[in-house]
């Protein structure tokens, strides 16, 4: 296999982990808090365990670049809380597919925090995405448990695009990994004084599957990426990991029979049809 299809296969198997951490989610019995704090304690002790074996310092930082870590941190785990709480009250393909909006909210925030213009690509991205939802909704009733899966998916997708405005206005000098750890201990530190005393209730087969989330979904899934991009350009790449919903809607439909209805199929396809659209534009 010559190095370009060893790229493009890291990063589909980047696509799978990501997927396949709503199915682990689905498969454990504690609460979504519990299960992210236990993902990002495993992540955060998996990268320093990396920085010793490579012999790689964990980089200081100022009390500027803490406090702005501190912030996405805080919007990293309440993102993984609502996506999970999704997975959870409405099944991994309806948490999946509201997730999967994220690439609008991104658009539309942008244009509100950094002021800048809104182009036709983005109101076409925006409007297909809101039909998209339309149609994925299974019942326009709040008391129903699929919608408020759908809804709290959604939340999910809105904090990740706060998420991703955060992290471009105060873009640091950091590595990703580097990064990636002090949002981690930050996003732990924001959970351990709801959830900390949870943990020790854990049955060992969740945290059989909260070590999945935290090592395969999290760690190797983000060296895959990051491994596959001196090869492949990000966008090439970023269309791929796009297919994130296809790949997990795949694996929940095989493993607990989640048959998505034509409705959800059709307005699925619109979202991520639109999504890709607007990665290949840039």
């Known amino acids: 296999m010559n190095k370009y299809n060893l790229a493009l296969l890291k990063v589909h198997g980047t696509a799978v982990l990501f997927g396949a951490s709503g199915i682990f989610g689905a498969l454990t019995t504690s609460a979504a808090d519990t299960l992210v704090l236990g993902r990002v304690l495993i992540a955060a002790a998996i990268l320093i365990l990396y920085f010793l074996y490579s012999k790689q310092p964990i980089i200081k930082i100022t009390k500027g670049q803490f406090g702005q870590l501190m912030l996405s941190g805080v919007l990293l785990a309440i993102h993984?809380?609502?996506?999970?709480?999704?997975?959870?009250?409405?099944?991994?393909?309806?948490?999946?597919?509201?997730?999967?909006?994220?690439?609008?909210?991104?658009?539309?925030?942008?244009?509100?925090?950094?002021?800048?213009?809104?182009?036709?690509?983005?109101?076409?991205?925006?409007?297909?995405?809101?039909?998209?939802?339309?149609?994925?909704?299974?019942?326009?009733?709040?008391?129903?448990?699929?919608?408020?899966?759908?809804?709290?998916?959604?939340?999910?997708?809105?904090?990740?695009?706060?998420l991703a405005v955060v992290n471009r206005k105060s873009m640091s000098k950091l590595s990703g990994l580097q990064a990636s750890f002090w949002q981690y201990l930050a996003a732990a530190i924001f959970l351990l004084p709801f959830s900390g005393n949870k943990l020790f209730t854990v049955s060992a087969i969740d945290w059989f599957w909260i070590f999945c989330i935290?090592?395969?979904?999290?760690?190797?899934?983000?060296?895959?990426?990051?491994?596959?991009?001196?090869?492949?350009?990000?966008?090439?790449?970023?269309?791929?990991?796009?297919?994130?919903?296809?790949?997990?809607?795949?694996?929940?439909?095989?493993?607990?029979?989640?048959?998505?209805?034509?409705?959800?199929?059709?307005?699925?396809?619109?979202i991520l049809l639109a999504v890709a659209w607007s990665n290949l534009k840039k």
Do not use: H
Request: negative net charge; contains cysteine; charged residues 10%.
């Open 80 to 162: 993984w809380v609502t996506f999970f709480v999704a997975v959870k009250v409405g099944g991994v393909a309806l948490a999946t597919l509201g997730f999967a909006s994220f690439p609008a909210f991104v658009s539309l925030f942008e244009s509100v925090f950094f002021k800048e213009k809104l182009f036709a690509k983005d109101i076409i991205l925006l409007v297909a995405v809101t039909l998209g939802l339309i149609l994925v909704t299974p019942d326009f009733n709040f008391s129903s448990e699929n919608t408020q899966g759908l809804l709290w998916g959604i939340l999910s997708a809105i904090s990740y695009g706060i």
């Open 214 to 270: 935290g090592f395969l979904c999290t760690s190797v899934a983000y060296t895959l990426f990051i491994s596959s991009l001196d090869t492949i350009n990000a966008r090439t790449a970023s269309m791929i990991i796009s297919l994130e919903p296809v790949y997990s809607i795949a694996l929940a439909w095989i493993l607990f029979g989640e048959t998505p209805t034509l409705k959800m199929l059709i307005g699925g396809s619109i």
